[in-house]
Each structure stands twice: as structure tokens, then as C-alpha cells.
């Protein structure tokens, strides 16, 4: 099966059509092979408009969405970068495209070794993942020039502003465990200054100082 038009109707018509614009953006999401961060079952579907399963409940984000949070991280090519929710590791491997190192952290060990399998696969180097509570940022790494959180929080984490550099964003769900706003957090003398982008749906950021565990 050959996804290279899919690949390039996807950036049309869900990024491009809708303000997601940024050349940079857009070249990797038309390049990187999002069916390959799915099960088979789900490879026709890869391409379409909305989030899918990727195991224990969790999804792949919606295209729209990983290039929205993309462009917002406004990444050059020189940037360390710390995701907290690594998932199937899909947006790991865009910003891993455009930065220069990315950090990135999941609970569930099984997603975790799953994005690592695809990511060596497909020949990432500069990727270093880890399972815990991304909460808690990854202090020995930081500071962090972007730093993209994959699941709605009902604030900003004190400590992942904490880890931003000075000049850096943060782009982060905030609001309730059923919908959130897309936020951009910018770091000037110190004082956090905030942005929302738009409207979104995202799992819910379980964690210390996010959403309480039920396990
Ligand atoms: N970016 C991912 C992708 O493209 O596949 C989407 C990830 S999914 C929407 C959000 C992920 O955040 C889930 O895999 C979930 O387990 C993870 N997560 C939730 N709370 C977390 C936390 N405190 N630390 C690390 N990962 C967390």
C-alpha cells in the first residue's frame, strides 16, 4: 500500500485548509508514516481526521492537532524538547524531525516500548524516552526550549514551567477532563504568559499536581 497521496490530502485538507501553515510543519507531516504508529487493522484509517486507539486506552492524536501543537512550539532546528505523553511516539518523531534533541516520557511501559520499537525503526537518534510521571519534568535535561504536553492538564504544572527556559513555550491542554483550550505558555523574566490557540479534546494528564489516578 502506497500512503504518499494520503499523507499529502491529510496536510491539505486538515492542516494546510485550517491555518496550520508553517512550511517546516507541513513537510514532515507530508514525510513521516503515521500508519506505521497504529496497528495494521487501523493503517487504512491512519490518515483521517480524529484521534485512534493505540492500547490501554490511550489514542494517537488527531493530525490537526499534532500539527497545531507543532507550529506553536515555532522549533528552528537547534532545541531541546521535552514531551510528556510519548503515546505511539507519531509526534515524538515530528519533533524529532525538527529539533535538535527530544525528551520524552510516558506512564504505560507498554506504549513506551512500543514508540521506542517504531522510532529505532524508523531511524530516530536523537529521541531519549522514559516511563514515569512526566509531571515531574525530567530536571537532570532541563531547562527545556519547548516543552509539549499530550494530555489535558487542569493547569500548568508548576515544576514543567519551572523546567522552561527563559525565551521558551509550553504547549499544554488546560481545562476539564472531558475538553480543554490548547494553550501556549511563554516564559519572559520569568512570569508565564499565556495564549489560546483553540478549542481541544485530549485523555486527561494523570499525574502529581494534573489529575488523580484511579489505579
Ligand atoms: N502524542 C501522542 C501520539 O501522537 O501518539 C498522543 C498521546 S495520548 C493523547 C496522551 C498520552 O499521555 C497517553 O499515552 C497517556 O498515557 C500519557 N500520559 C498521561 N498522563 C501522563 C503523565 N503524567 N506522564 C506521562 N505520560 C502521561
Redesign the pocket.
Known amino acids: 500500500m502506497n500512503f504518499d497521496r494520503v499523507k499529502e490530502m491529510m496536510v491539505e485538507e486538515q492542516l494546510i485548509s485550517r491555518g496550520v501553515k508553517e512550511p517546516r510543519v507541513t513537510k514532515v507531516m507530508k514525510r513521516v508514516p503515521r500508519h506505521l504508529?497504529v496497528e495494521k487493522a487501523l493503517w487504512e484509517r491512519a490518515y483521517e481526521d480524529h484521534?485512534l486507539p493505540?492500547g490501554?486506552e490511550?489514542?494517537?492524536?488527531q493530525p490537526f492537532m499534532?500539527g497545531t501543537m507543532t507550529q506553536a512550539l515555532a522549533l528552528q532546528g537547534k532545541e531541546k524538547v521535552l514531551?510528556?505523553?510519548?503515546?505511539?511516539?507519531?509526534?515524538?518523531a515530528i519533533l524529532a524531525e525538527l529539533a535538535e534533541q527530544v525528551f520524552t516520557?510516558?506512564?504505560?511501559e507498554s506504549?513506551s516500548k512500543k514508540?521506542r520499537e517504531n522510532l529505532h525503526q524508523l531511524g530516530y537518534t536523537n529521541v531519549v524516552l522514559r516511563v514515569?510521571?512526566?509531571?515531574l519534568g525530567w530536571r537532570e535535561f532541563s531547562p527545556f526550549d519547548g516543552i509539549?504536553v499530550?494530555?489535558g492538564a487542569p493547569e500548568v504544572p508548576k515544576t514543567l514551567f519551572e523546567q522552561m527556559k527563559e525565551g521558551g513555550r509550553m504547549v499544554i491542554p488546560i481545562g476539564g477532563s472531558k475538553s480543554q483550550d490548547l494553550v501556549l505558555i511563554r516564559k519572559k523574566d520569568k512570569k508565564m504568559k499565556r495564549e489560546t490557540l483553540c478549542g481541544c479534546v485530549?485523555?486527561?494528564?494523570?499525574?502529581?499536581g494534573?489529575?488523580v489516578t484511579r489505579e
Open positions: 504508529f484521534p493505540i490501554e490511550q489514542t494517537i492524536s499534532v514531551e510528556i505523553g510519548t503515546g505511539s511516539g507519531y509526534q515524538t516520557i510516558e506512564r504505560f506504549l514508540a514515569g510521571d512526566g509531571c509539549l499530550t494530555a485530549f485523555v486527561p494528564l494523570v499525574g502529581r494534573a489529575w
